[in-house]
């Protein structure tokens, strides 16, 4: 049993690490649009809006999709006023019942709402209201979903972790699980 639930975390882990790896030349591609945008707004007092809106677009892309990325490598927001001081036996506990009782309930009922949300805009064939907007604004909706399952499951594969470590699990240590690929 515990070896099946340490390759399921493995297997998370790893999605997460190739989704936020990926996703991460998306910071790249933002860039040279927004110098392109600055470029042709100050220089030729020109912009497009599918310009301003991709730009918004690929933000929304780097964050949803790197969500799970920044959590698989304890990136994301937390106090640690006692946290950083705990045994990793009690950071253990309370990754599994915050995981548990905060973060799985909080991201599925978020994924499930972005999900109904995208189906209703790809059913009314949601674009842009801007004109010279991008079509198709479902897509990026759906991308919300997604952002949201990929940090459910990263959820899911920290409190096996967290379990993995209460139960005393050969090899198995909170810090060193989250940084795995």
Known sequence: MKEALARISKAIH??????GRAVSWLTTA???LVVYDVVA?????ETQAWIMELEWHLFGLIFLFGAG?????DKHVRVDLFYAKFSPKDK??????????FLLPWAAVMGYTCYEFAVLSLKA???????????ARYLIKFA????????F?????????????LRGYPGAQPEEALKRD
């Open 30 to 32: 933002l860039m040279l």
């Open 153 to 165: 499951l990263q959820g899911l594969a920290s409190i096996i972790d967290s379990w993995l470590v």
């Open 69 to 73: 990325y920044a959590f698989k490598h």
């Open 14 to 19: 790893y999605l997460n690490e190739r989704v």
């Open 41 to 45: 707004r100050y220089f030729f007092s």
């Open 125 to 135: 064939g949601e674009g842009s209201p801007d004109p010279g907007g991008l079509p």
């Open 92 to 101: 253990a506990w309370v990754n599994f019942t915050g995981g548990l009782l």
């Open 144 to 151: 919300m979903a997604a952002g949201m399952c990929l940090l």
